[in-house]
């Protein structure tokens, strides 16, 4: 399984936390996906072999919860919240935005044409005083109307454009 | 009358300039010192103190956190553990997340004290897995106050030993539910358990007695060890004491949280006073009162009886305005005090669009396990979604509130109230709206209208 | 002898019948004890409670005391103990009776909760009933029609699921029809002790998954099709074969092991078609291995041994080899107990001596022991052998070589693959008694078919020293015999005379053989009885633990 040393370190660290080895499939998918990107079959029977698990247990969870995914995603993730407090004042207009400043669609896998964009609406994420709500990556973005969803657009255009 | 002031206890210092999450930052406030004195208590006693409070869950459920401690089995020998409830997931809710990005030592102050109370010496926080930075945050804060010697091994020498670990989710509102939770943190699907045999109090985690408890009933818990029961329940009013952290959004002019004393404070001196009333141009057209999954509430509707006010019974005629924000009153007048999350709409939102909107949460979320909701929840967003972007049939808003019925009082969690309460209220409230709309919906849009689905 | 101890007993009223079960039993037991019907899915009498489908949702109560004095509440209308009846309906399979429980299973909130959830379990259920194996018995056809609204008001898309995915090599899974009750996956990982089987995705799009890097190929597999309530699992031998309500059913023994796991043959016009076990609590359950469910097969199959001559020449024949003196008799392990005690009868007369061969291998712990013939008991209780079988034919192969035997009578057994050499074999005449072609046979000089377990009625002893009947399920292949008239015409030929149909024979074995005296054939129930097995206590037998045996402490 080829993931950073300190991946491997903090997967060690983390099985410690909890009487039965079980309880640390979250925590490890988690860790893997933050270093492979994304959960690979391979993943899914190592993290199994890993908490002596069968590997239908860990792909039982992989699929139940959407924050995993299964295959290579954008570079950047955009999460758009559609529920009711954010849809109420625009949220659908914001997604709209990004999905036309990227040319690409909503959805859990789908890809910008330039790899690197996802675009994907999620359900609350719990800031609806300060609707509509994006979260790009892991930074949550506030009152994210067309105006400011051009703006978030143009910075990540921007550092894409840096990194080349 | 003018609504009264807040009286922030459990935000005190969220947002404040110059307040920072460190542990240094909540020392010089006096952190850490009701945590030290409560380990010189018995803790019976502070069981007692919280039993005597009245405080009561602030989660959604709004069960009193006295006997859910009460009802732990103390005597099978398997080791306690606590739980915090951090899956702030109910939409319309926004308030634990403020408390453990700005003021995580609070909770954990809090949580510390609740597991001495009840001879707990691993604690888990299950913190929703898109809140990476606040699992960060709090991961931080607990290093703090492991290295202060506030958790962990023999806590200031005291021979009381807990440790906390921080466990994130993954996107699954289910989780949020406590037995949906136990089996997220066992590592498996989060299919909630069947009660009975499986209350958390007697069979929880790893089949250990559990506690399970809201992010903010534990900061209250805090405020409870330091000023005593009794003086919790002086704030607020009888059987609903304490401070609510209401959360509004939607169509107000000053959407956000507000801490005021449960029951002392009415929905229009919410929304209109605190809140700035509705946009320019607007009116209130509807609001639910607690979370997504409380029934709707219509403005224009009033609700009469009898209720207990000290040891009378006289007689209410209230509007929407005039329901006080309390878990009891607003269970009398046919909704729920639930998460706090207050959601406003005006007259611009159509009814069957943002009753689609929430359908679409609940079959997005509903686990799978049970029948009823698992199908149900999907049918009513299929019926929602095809009246707005499809063909809408006359007897479809019967169909809805028909289907919604099957499923309440069926299911294996409360899961099956949640989905389909929205469903029967707003089709109830708004039935003119409902039984026309595949009339009205044929009706041009302007241009500028907000889509909800 | 000590007696069990009698179960605590509660009473408890289902639909106003008063009944005493015993303490731990949920309510659709209790309520099956009253024949009043809990339509279910998820609930098995064998598998941990889940609770999940919602059908067997019912009206409960309990009776009013008043909270203070505890003294009962009455209800003035009725003169009895008012019944605080609970307003939400509650799930009968996990709920275990208590005193004075009260249940309803007819009241309109009943009839309500189960007519909705019959047609929540529809709206996403497809179609497929003119092509579906399980229709006829199918547990949503019989509670659709017993307990279902019967007409649908779902006008949306159907979910779409993968149909016809081969899960394993005998079992076909079809998700759209599956409705998660999740006995399969609770049978895999518990019973047969393989977890292999669980839900991927969430909500209305779980969808039963075996993990992609295995299948679901123990030998249990096939158990998951009996319990599936519906058609997402189906045999895949016997996919579109036969429509089940055109099979009769005969109850037949598994023939595998000393297990002796109680089964079903279902028949068609002298065709079996398929396999399926029968409850018996006291030895398998509700189980039967996959490789058991195989052996009909072997009733058609192209190596069957038949004959165009007359029995009664063949016996002529068989009968001058045998006037020569110098008989030798192999028995089976897997010869009945009738046809073993007629085998002794033969071989009294002839002054014969008897071999059996034995078979072990290694036991699976659950349904298969290490004994892989299903009556040596009965060869012991009958007399017929007095110690266990040797592993190769020694015994006879030396007296083979020692020139003391000039004719073998073969029950069924292959010589040379129990352990005797060619040449051995080209030594002595055969007379073969069988049911498929084998080196033995070939060799022999008198053939005589015989019929497999499917074609004739008998009983078997199993591991639990336990007699169990197995009936004819069809009839015998024209060409070949049933083993008691052929065994009964041997005897003849020594001047003796037995009957050979099971009415006549029986109480003559019951009169000379001590632990079946007084017992008569038809008598014995469906599940079997045990027997007093103290003269055999001593015996190695080879058979270790298995789900319902547990092999005597070492002495």
């Known amino acids: 399984m080829n993931l950073k040393p300190e991946t491997f370190q903090r997967i060690d660290e983390v099985i410690t936390h909890y009487p039965v080895k079980r309880s640390a499939t979250l925590p490890l998918l988690h860790l893997v996906q933050e270093d492979a990107g994304y959960i690979s079959d391979e993943a899914i029977d190592w993290v199994a072999k890993k908490l002596e698990l069968e590997p239908i247990n860990v792909l039982e969870v992989v699929t139940f919860y959407p924050m995993f995914k299964r295959k290579p995603i954008g570079r950047r993730h955009i999460k758009v919240c559609r529920t009711l407090s954010c849809a109420l004042v ?23 044409p330039d790899g690197e964009v996802t675009v994907e609406f999620v359900e609350c994420l719990a800031s609806c005083g300060t609707a509509p709500v994006v979260l790009i990556d892991e930074t949550l973005h506030e009152k994210v109307d067309c105006a400011k969803a051009k703006q978030l657009s143009d910075q990540i255009k921007a550092e894409a454009a840096a990194r080349k | ?20 999450n460190d542990l240094a930052c909540y020392l ?82 809090g949580t510390i004290i609740s597991c001495f109370a009840n001879n707990v010496k691993q604690a888990y926080i299950y913190i929703r897995g898109e809140m990476a930075e606040g699992a960060r945050i709090l991961e931080k804060a607990i290093a703090e106050a492991r290295a202060a010697n506030f958790v962990g091994p023999n806590i200031l020498g005291s021979n009381y030993s807990c440790e906390i670990f921080v466990h994130r989710g993954a996107g699954a509102y289910i989780c949020g539910e406590e037995t949906g939770l136990i089996e997220s943190l066992e590592g498996k699907r989060a299919n909630p358990r069947i009660k009975p045999p499986y209350f958390p109090a007697v069979l929880g985690l790893y089949q250990c007695p559990t ?32 401070t609510r952290i209401f959360c509004v959004s939607g169509h107000v002019q000053r959407p956000g949280y507000y801490e005021f004393p449960a029951g002392t404070i009415t929905m229009g001196q919410l929304l209109y006073d605190v809140c700035g009333g509705p946009l320019p141009g607007r009116t209130f057209k509807a609001v639910i009162p607690g979370g997504s999954s409380a029934k709707v509430m219509r403005f224009g509707e009033r609700y009469k009886g009898k209720r207990k006010v000290g040891a009378d019974m006289v007689d209410y005629d209230w509007g929407v305005e005039d329901v006080p924000m309390d878990f009891d009153s607003l269970a009398m007048v046919g909704t729920m005090g639930g998460s706090g999350g207050v959601i406003v709409m005006d007259d611009s939102v159509n009814m069957v669009e943002a009753l689609a909107n929430i359908n679409a949460f609940y079959s997005h979320e509903s686990c799978g396990q049970c029948t009823p909701c698992r199908e149900g929840s999907l049918w009513m967003k299929k019926i929602s979604t095809r009246m707005v972007h499809g063909d809408a049939r006359p007897g479809d808003a019967a169909l809805l509130k028909s289907v919604a019925d099957q499923i309440p009082g069926r299911t294996i969690c409360a899961f099956g109230e949640a989905c389909s309460w929205p469903t029967q209220s707003f ?10 709309y595949h009339e009205t919906k044929k009706a041009p849009k302007p241009a500028d209208a907000t889509v909800l689905v | 002898m000590i007696q069990p101890a009698k179960p605590e007993l509660v009473t408890v009223n289902i639909d106003g019948k008063e009944i005493a079960v015993p303490k731990g039993t949920n309510v659709i037991e209790a309520a099956r004890m009253v024949n009043v019907d809990v339509p279910h899915y998820c609930y098995h009498p064998k598998l941990a409670v889940v609770g999940n489908c919602r059908m067997c949702l019912i009206e409960m109560g309990m009776p009013a005391v008043d909270p203070a004095t505890k003294a009962p509440v009455m209800d003035p209308a009725t003169g009895k103990q008012k019944i605080n009846w609970i307003p939400r309906p509650q799930i009968g399979c996990g709920t275990n009776v208590s005193p004075g429980l009260h249940v309803k299973t007819t009241s309109p909130m009943v009839k309500d909760a189960r007519e909705g959830v019959m047609e929540f379990l529809l709206i996403n259920h497809p179609l497929d009933c003119p092509i579906c194996d399980q229709a006829g018995e199918c547990k949503l056809q019989e509670q659709a029609t017993g307990y279902g609204r019967g007409y649908s008001r779902f006008i949306e898309q159907k979910n779409v699921k993968p149909k016809r995915t081969q899960l394993g090599p005998r079992v076909t899974l079809d998700d759209e029809r599956c409705v998660l009750c999740s006995r399969c996956i609770r049978f895999s990982r518990d019973i047969a002790g393989e977890d292999v089987l669980g839900f991927v995705d969430r909500g209305s799009y779980s969808t039963l998954t075996c993990h992609p890097d295995r299948k679901l190929d123990h030998n249990y597999s096939l158990n998951t099709v009996d319990i599936c309530p519906v058609g997402a699992l189906t045999s895949t031998d016997f996919r579109f074969k036969m429509r089940v309500w055109f099979l009769k059913q005969t109850n037949t023994i598994d023939t595998e092991s000393s297990v002796g796991a109680n089964t079903v043959a279902w028949s068609r016009e002298g065709v079996i078609y398929r396999i399926t076990p029968r409850q018996n609590d006291d030895v398998n359950d509700t189980w039967m291995a996959d490789s058991g ?69 290694q036991g699976d712990k659950l349904l298969i022991s290490a004994d892989r013939n299903p009556n040596v008991r009965g060869a012991l209780v009958t007399g017929l052998i007095s110690a266990l079988p040797s592993a190769q034919l020694a015994g006879l192969a030396a007296d083979i070589d020692a020139g003391k035997v000039k004719t073998v009578v073969s029950i069924g057994e292959d010589l040379t693959a129990a352990g005797l050499t060619a040449a051995q074999l080209a030594k002595v005449s055969v007379v073969y008694l069988g049911t498929h072609a084998n080196a033995t046979s070939a060799a022999a000089k008198v053939v005589i078919p015989t019929l497999t377990v499917f074609e004739k009625a008998g009983t078997f002893v199993n591991q639990q020293f336990r007699i169990q009947k197995f009936a004819k ?29 099971l009415a006549t024979l029986w109480p003559v074995i019951a009169a000379e053989v001590p632990v079946l005296s ?38």
């Open chain 1, 90 to 112: 625009g949220g659908y207009k914001t997604c709209e935005t990004f999905e036309k400043e990227f040319n690409t669609h909503a959805g859990p896998t789908e890809v910008s």
């Open chain 2, 1 to 20: 009358m003018s609504a009264p002031a807040q009286n922030r206890i459990i935000f005190k210092h969220i947002d404040e300039p110059d307040y920072t």
């Open chain 2, 28 to 109: 010089k406030h006096g952190g850490y010192e009701v945590m030290k004195r409560s380990f010189q208590r018995q803790p019976q006693e502070l069981i007692d103190e919280v039993k005597k409070s009245g405080l009561r869950g602030r989660g959604g459920a709004g069960f009193p956190c006295g006997v859910k401690w009460g009802l732990v089995d103390r005597k099978s020998g398997k080791p306690i553990y606590l739980i915090v409830n951090a899956d702030e997931s109910e939409p319309g809710t926004f308030k634990d997340r403020y408390i453990m990005y700005q003021d995580p030592h609070q909770l954990i102050e």
């Open chain 2, 211 to 242: 506690i399970v408890n809201n992010v903010e009933t534990l900061c209250h818990v805090k405020y409870i060890a330091e000023h005593g029961g009794e003086a919790f329940t002086k704030i607020g009013t009888p059987n609903n004491t304490g």
């Open chain 2, 427 to 436: 089709y109830l409230k708004f039935k003119d709206e409902f039984e026309t």
């Open chain 3, 293 to 361: 469910r195989l052996l009909y097969k072997q009733v058609a199959a192209a190596d069957r041994l038949s004959t165009k001559d007359a029995l009664d020449a063949l016996v002529v024949k068989a009968g001058e080899l045998l006037a020569a003196g110098s008989v030798a008799i192999v028995g089976s392990g897997r010869s009945s107990v009738e046809e073993q005690f007629l085998t002794k009868k033969l071989a009294a007369a002839l002054k014969a001596s008897v071999s059996l061969v034995s078979r072990t291998a």
């Open chain 3, 473 to 501: 399920a069809v009839p015998g292949l024209a060409g070949a015999h049933d083993d008691l008239v052929v065994l009964a015409k041997l005897v003849a030929t020594t001047g003796g005379a037995i009957a050979s149909d």
């Open chain 3, 518 to 555: 007084t017992m008569l054939y038809k008598n014995i129930p469906d599940t079997g009885l045990l027997l007093d097995s103290t003269a055999w206590a001593g015996l190695p037998f080879v058979e270790g633990e298995t789900l319902h045996y547990k092999p005597a402490a070492a002495a």
